[in-house]
């Protein structure tokens, strides 16, 4: 146990708000969740007021094994509880953060974070009735903003439907449950892919389809869409929504990045309809890296960071969703795109410098790296 009290100095006549920033935060709480999934709860050693958009993310600034490492995390909690926030952590099998954080941090240890930032939340949408839809760790950015309507008392009417593999994988079952007994604009429905030996579940079974779709949410294209969860699954849904006719103008996602071959594998079983864009041959072009004297082919739209690795050239990444800059090199010539989130200078930019961490390759490139 750690001496560290935040009400020893809470005053809510003397608290300041959070801004996007750096921030050195304390750990005062960790909740196991799941088996592999793990609620840590940060609050600062001054009064402040942890004020961000539902669905907004956080960076944290590691040193392990003696080295900087940058990896972000989205604020499970709600801006409602404002003296301090949480992340809501899954162990990802050889992952570096997310082993060390659940093997690591405890009550008392000091980090760095920086932010909030991030598109992906419910404030910039607003709508009058929603559809969450969550696969895995990919509820954390659908709870805040359910959690944020729920403390509110907001009216927004809430359809939430979350996928997990199995009951025992299910993030905040209780908490789901409390909550939409509580309201009459909340309903949740939990889909599982499969039930493991002895257990009992009663829910929808598979993967979320058409069919469960409309009994879910039959009135889904009244709804503003909020999606969060492995690639295949987000790509299965965004698939389904646009077959459907709904309105991709209301449909929001958020992208937790790549995932480990092992998961892409079992989740690909949720993506028959993305298959079939998979199956469409694509442009080949070339990338050099002039430094390295080395050059790979790869698909257009591959990011800038893979073609890296692929052609066997080491460019640092940390954030890997444009904030921290550590992945940032000089582009002499190729068409690309970028999307980034505050990590580089437009004095950069003009320069030909790009974030490769979130830079398509639109076309044959020659880096300066
Ligand atoms: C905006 C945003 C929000 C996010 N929110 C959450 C959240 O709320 N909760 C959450 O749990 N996660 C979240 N993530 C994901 C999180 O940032 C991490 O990506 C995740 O925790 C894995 O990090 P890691 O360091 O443990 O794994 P990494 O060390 O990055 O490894 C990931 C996988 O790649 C494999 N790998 C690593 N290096 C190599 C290599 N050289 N060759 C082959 N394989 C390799 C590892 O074995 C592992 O399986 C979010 C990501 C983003 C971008």
Known sequence: MSNFNTS?????????TWANGRHEVRCVKVIAETHDVTTFTFAMSQPVLFFFKPGQFVTLELEIDGERIMRSYTISSSPSIPYSFSI????VAGGVVSNWLHDNLKSGDQIAVHGPVGQFNCMDFPADKVLLLSGGVGITPVMSMARWWFDTDSEVDMIFAHSARSPKDIIYARELDFMSTRIDNLQVHLICEDTNVGEAWSGYRGYLNEHMLSLIAPDFMEREVFCCGPEPYMRAVK????ALG?????????SFGEVPVKDVKQA??????AELENQQPKEMVTVNFTDAGKEVQ????????????DAGVNIAKACGVGICGACRVQVVSGERTMTQNGG???EEIEAGYVLSCCTTVDGDMVIDY
């Open 268 to 273: 690909e079983k949720h993506a028959d309809a």
């Open 88 to 91: 809501t952590v899954k162990r």
């Open 8 to 16: 020893d100095f809470l005053n809510p006549m003397q608290t300041v």
């Open 298 to 309: 790869v698909e257009v739209g591959t990011n800038l960071n893979q073609a890296a690795v």
């Open 344 to 346: 580089i200078s437009d």
């Open 239 to 242: 698939a389904m929504l646009q």
């Open 246 to 254: 709904f309105d991709m103008d209301r449909y929001h996602e958020e």
